[in-house]
């Protein structure tokens, strides 16, 4: 397992060309994961694919998969995506029955579980289980349309996660997902993020290899140990 201080970069594939996936993802193959976001066009009001798609990806991709379920009813639903082989299977807080029942699921499955929060909710409920996730994803746009602009009224939420897991020595990964890029990714880091989600300021670079690299550098050299 990466050390607690490792800085991930994982470029969403909303931001790739999805008629030419496949060498999409071969252009990001120096990432840590890619970012695969679900979207049901019902928890959120945008539709992407569904495990067929996730099953395709993981198939061709270079790097493992980081799933976002921007679904309803992922108590359900969730457990199908760790048994495609998804490294990594996020599902929302706001949309789970029994957060914790889920993540402990998705654990024996053999995928890392994550929970992730929308702009307006609250994470003080999960302090008290944070050992229970793997990662904690804090959305830094509202879930449903890439190219959203950062918002920075997020960052004290991340901060208080980040205070929080380290007050109790937990090694969970804190990942921001929306509008990073090279003038954003420093106060993400700072406010405690390890774990960064970049659409276009990776796949609509010139050189994504060059883009992560350049973007990793900048959130290590920011990053709030």
């Known amino acids: 397992m990466p050390s607690a201080d490792a800085i991930r970069i994982n470029p969403s594939i909303l931001a790739a060309d999805f008629v030419n996936m496949q060498a999409d993802l071969a252009r990001i193959a120096t990432a840590d994961f890619v970012h695969v976001d679900v ?125 929080e897991a380290r007050a109790r020595g937990s090694q969970v990964w804190l990942q921001v997902d929306g509008g990073i890029s090279a003038s954003t990714i420093a106060q993400a880091a700072e406010a405690g993020a390890d774990t960064f989600v970049a659409g276009s300021a990776v796949f609509g670079a010139d050189d994504p290899g060059q883009a992560i690299a350049a973007l990793r550098a900048q959130a290590s050299a920011h990053h709030r140990h």
């Open 39 to 163: 979207m049901d066009n019902h928890f959120v009001p945008n539709l992407t694919f569904g495990p067929q798609m996730v099953e395709r990806i993981q198939a061709t991709s270079p790097v493992p998969l980081d799933v976002h379920l921007m679904i309803a009813d992922p108590d359900r639903w969730a457990p199908g995506y760790a048994e495609l082989g998804a490294a990594s299977v996020t599902f929302h807080l706001e949309a789970a029955t029994d957060p914790v029942r889920l993540a402990r699921r998705l654990r024996e499955i053999g995928a890392r579980a994550g929970v992730a929060v929308k702009p307006a909710t609250p994470v003080e409920s999960l302090f008290d289980v944070l050992d229970e996730f793997d990662q904690i994803l804090v959305m830094t746009v509202e879930p449903g349309f890439g190219g959203q602009s950062f918002m920075a009224d997020q960052m004290p939420k991340l901060a208080s996660l980040a205070d």
